[in-house]
T-cell receptor, first 111, second 116 residues
Framework: GDSVTQMEGPVTLSEEAFLTINCTYT??????LFWYVQYPGEGLQLLLKATKADDKGSNKGFEATYRKETTSFHLEKGSVQVSDSAVYFCALRTGANNLFFGTGTRLTVIP | EAGVTQFPSHSVIEKGQTVTLRCDPISGHDNLYWYRRVMGKEIKFLLHFVKESKQDESGMPNNRFLAERTGGTYSTLKVQPAELEDSGVYFC??????????????FGEGSRLTVL
């Protein structure tokens, strides 16, 4: 069945450090891939998405490239800020509306 | 415009009791979803409404869970009787477009349920 495997956290980085959160997926068909973020005290928000192979999603300095050959969608940011501290969820969606999420990775950025 | 709102934000009950969670979707969104995250694990799909009809309830864990969406507006998720393993965060989401579209899902803050 469809599933997402996400790098387990927590991850603690210093401000301006480089961030990578790994995400790989298993899916039948051709999924769309997503990164959601949950900031403290808020709901899940869509951070970025990619709907086909080789697409790059980007938002707020974050990027992720849909790699079909490695079934991956790793999240990267070149220079994290304290305000990026949150829980990040990788997710996929195939034909139906159902989203399959990873376990989430808690990121803490310290000044 | 108001987002997806959920109530209560946190509920603490004893095993065997009943809890009802409520979700108000974004106005005009026909699609409403329930998800839950248990014990820091992945967020799992529970069910999907299109207006007042259950489109997909394949993720509902057992018959102790009952979801309704009367009139196609707000939805409730009742757990009766609650068990320890039901503890977790219950998320609601809504979207404008359905399966044939690429409608973004807008999530609420979640309702945290603690069963003692």
């Amino acid at each position: 069945g469809d599933s997402v495997t996400q790098m387990e956290g927590p991850v603690t980085l210093s401000e301006e450090a480089f961030l990578t959160i790994n995400c790989t997926y298993t899916a039948t068909g051709y999924p769309s891939l997503f990164w959601y973020v949950q900031y403290p005290g808020e709901g899940l928000q869509l951070l970025l998405k990619a709907t086909k192979a080789d697409d790059k999603g980007s938002n707020k300095g974050f990027e992720a490239t849909y790699r079909k050959e490695t079934t991956s969608f790793h999240l990267e940011k070149g220079s994290v800020q304290v305000s990026d501290s949150a829980v990040y969820f990788c997710a996929l969606r195939t034909g139906a509306n159902n989203l399959f999420f990873g376990t989430g990775t808690r990121l803490t950025v310290i000044p | 415009e108001a987002g997806v709102t959920q109530f209560p934000s946190h509920s603490v009950i004893e095993k065997g009791q009943t809890v009802t969670l409520r979700c108000d979707p974004i106005s005009g969104h026909d699609n409403l979803y329930w998800y839950r995250r248990v014990m820091g694990k992945e967020i799992k799909f529970l069910l999907h409404f299109v207006k007042e009809s259950k489109q997909d309830e394949s993720g509902m864990p057992n018959n102790r869970f009952l979801a309704e969406r009367t009139g196609g507006t707000y939805s409730t998720l009742k757990v009766q009787p609650a068990e320890l393993e039901d503890s977790g965060v219950y998320f609601c989401a809504s979207s404008l477009q359905g399966a044939q579209g690429t409608g973004e899902l807008f999530f609420g803050e979640g309702s945290r349920l603690t069963v003692l």
